[in-house]
């Protein structure tokens, strides 16, 4: 089609209405061709590409599940509460807090205030990790040539600029980030022991516990030892749901988390929010 004049390229971009490419976001979100079951009302869903970065603001109770597709997604994850991005995913209080450093079913993500921003309520994969954070671009470079975001070799922290950027963030905004689907697992003597993907289709189910803005990057792991860039299709679905509350079995998992959800409640009560 001529795109050379103003009416060609407009004709050629309105031929492209409806058309589907392997990595993109379904809007509306309840168009997604294949929803899950016992899924509520789609609010987000995405395939985000090996080598790409998502962001979406979502509502508290909203469940997000994340699907390694073919078995080499490595989904880096950043959590911001919605209006007030100074309180952020911390994951160092996430292990402290918890008494253990390995992320799964009823793992509670934690902001450094003492509250949960979000709840793992389901995991088939049990590959994750809390410990390494994400890819940057000095490593990126120095391994495969460029890390740039436009590359095709690009760093995590590079994508989650960009990502922060759609968000009224920067670069300083970044804390370390989780990984989900490509695990590391700590030795007696304190080396990091790569453990790589439960395989293709495994997914994990977080829950929002606060309003939250999400950001995503995937790229392969930091300490993945193949020496190529292997990133796969990163499926991103997320529907509308209820916040964990008390007399949920998740509430009273441990005393820890018990609290940290009463930190939680207190704060947004104070609010008027719950």
Known sequence: METATTYGARAHARAQ??????????????????????AGRLVWAETVGGGGYAHRVLARGTELRLTDLRGDACAHLLLFVADRPWERLNTADTVKV?????????????????????????DSSGRHDALCGTSTLVRNTERYGDGTPQSATPAGRELFKLAALKNGLGPRDLPPSLSFFQGVEVGKDGALAFTGSAGPGASVTLRAEQDLTVLLANVPHPVDPRPDYRSTPLEVLAWRARATGPGDALWDASPEGRRAFLNTTEFLAARGLA
């Open 17 to 38: 209405e409806g058309a589907r490419a392997e990595a993109m976001p379904v809007v509306p979100a309840t168009d997604w061709p294949d929803p899950p079951r016992d």
């Open 98 to 122: 918890q008494w253990n450093a390995y992320l799964g079913e009823g793992r509670l993500l934690l902001s450094d205030q003492g509250r949960v921003l979000a709840s793992v309520v389901a």
